[in-house]
């Protein structure tokens, strides 16, 4: 089972580039991790909501051309359906079982994502209800995903 994650935007702060990494090492014995950023666009100064959707719509557009084929498609967003850290090792293990060869997530931009983008999710996942930058939330799912094979593999980790 290969992990894709989407994502719209660099990663700026050091110390959560430092988390990424710390994470994506930890996940190396368990599973291929492949990260694709996609460009964010430059938003005008005081831009209209018609301006922000078009912003959101181009994002959409860079993020769906690079879903890895044969993918169940999770998307992050505040308003999705929360998940038990449980629930997500069993989905992996459901979904390999499925025959899935990868599970693509898709974090957006500081804008947020397009309805399109989100009405390409098997499943919109939500992590609280509050909302996180687009870079702490890669960190949050990255841990989440180390979290996940240790369960499956039934090894200990931090309760
Ligand atoms: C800064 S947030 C975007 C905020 C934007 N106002 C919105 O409502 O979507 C950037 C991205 O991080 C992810 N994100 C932030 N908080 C989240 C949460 N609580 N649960 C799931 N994803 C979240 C989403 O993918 C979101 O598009």
Request: proline content about 4%; overall charge positive; aromatic content about 8%.
């Amino acid at each position: 089972m290969k992990i894709n994650i989407m994502a719209v935007g660099k990663i700026k702060e050091d110390y959560i580039n430092a988390g990424i990494k710390e994470f994506l090492k930890r996940l190396k014995p368990y599973t291929e991790v492949n990260v694709i950023e996609v460009d964010d666009e430059r938003i005008p100064p005081n831009a209209s909501g018609a301006q922000i959707e078009k912003v959101k719509e181009k994002e959409g557009e860079r993020l769906l051309k690079n879903v890895p084929k044969n993918s169940y498609v999770i998307v992050l967003d505040v308003k999705g359906k929360p998940m038990t850290s449980e629930g997500l090792a069993k989905s992996i293990q459901n979904l390999q079982l499925q025959g899935y060869s990868n599970i693509t997530f898709i974090i957006g931009g500081a804008l947020g994502l397009s309805q399109k983008v989100l009405d390409t999710g098997d499943y919109i996942l939500s992590f609280s209800h509050m909302t996180f930058t687009h870079q702490m939330i890669r960190l949050i799912l990255l841990e989440q995903l180390y979290r996940a094979f240790k369960i499956i593999k039934g090894e200990p980790y931090h309760k």
